[in-house]
């Protein structure tokens, strides 16, 4: 009985104990549940990259209808400010019309005013003249009441 037939009976022995023990099944159950562990986290890891591409084509909707919407938005704007410039040049030139007649109104309404001036001026100078003259020619009360008339006449005519 040498060594080697020891070492025999104590492999032996050891896979006799590993048997009774059920190491074996232990090590393929653990094995199993770790496959199993593996294939559930697999699943989740598949349910999980099916979601996020979900979420994924969602945001990319989502990015298309914004952009959609922003390009809509900017569109608008431009035609709004478009009608805002239109509007307002038009206001503007209306506006300049406006001012333009009521300068120009209120030069012929000055130069009216200038040229009654004027006439009343004549007016009272020419009376002033007239009355100088009657007065050095026509001497007696006929010759004042005459005077009188007449420039109250030529007043109102003038005027």
């Given at each position: 009985?040498?060594?080697?037939?020891?070492?025999?009976?104590?492999?032996?022995?050891?896979?006799?104990?590993?048997a009774?023990?059920?190491?074996?099944?232990m090590?393929?159950?653990?094995?199993?549940?770790?496959?199993?562990?593996?294939?559930?986290?697999?699943?989740?890891?598949?349910?999980?990259?099916?979601?996020?591409?979900?979420?994924?084509?969602?945001y990319?909707?989502?990015?298309?209808?914004?952009?959609?919407e922003?390009?809509?938005?900017?569109?608008?704007?431009?035609?709004?400010?478009?009608?805002?410039?239109?509007?307002?040049?038009?206001?503007?030139?209306?506006?300049?019309?406006?001012?333009?007649?009521?300068?120009?109104?209120?030069?012929?309404?000055?130069?009216?005013?200038?040229?009654?001036?004027?006439?009343?001026?004549?007016?009272?100078?020419?009376?002033?003249?007239?009355?100088?003259?009657?007065?050095?020619?026509?001497?007696?009360?006929?010759a004042?009441?005459?005077?009188?008339?007449?420039?109250?006449?030529?007043?109102d005519?003038?005027?």
């Open positions: 009985m040498d060594a080697s037939f020891w070492a025999l009976v104590g492999l032996v022995l050891f896979f006799v104990l590993i009774y023990l059920k190491v074996p099944g090590i393929g159950g653990a094995l199993d549940k770790r496959a199993d562990d593996i294939k559930k986290e697999l699943e989740e890891a598949r349910k999980m990259r099916e979601e996020a591409q979900e979420l994924l084509s969602e990319q909707r989502k990015r298309h209808e914004a952009e959609s922003a390009e809509a938005i900017v569109a608008e704007a431009n035609t709004e400010a478009e009608r805002l410039t239109v509007e307002t040049n038009k206001a503007l030139e209306e506006m300049i019309a406006r001012r333009s007649k009521a300068a120009e109104e209120k030069i012929a309404q000055a130069e009216t005013q200038a040229i009654a001036e004027v006439r009343a001026k004549a007016a009272d100078i020419a009376v002033a003249a007239a009355e100088v003259i009657l007065s050095a020619k026509v001497k007696d009360k006929v004042d009441d005459i005077l009188a008339k007449s420039i109250t006449q030529v007043k005519q003038l005027n």
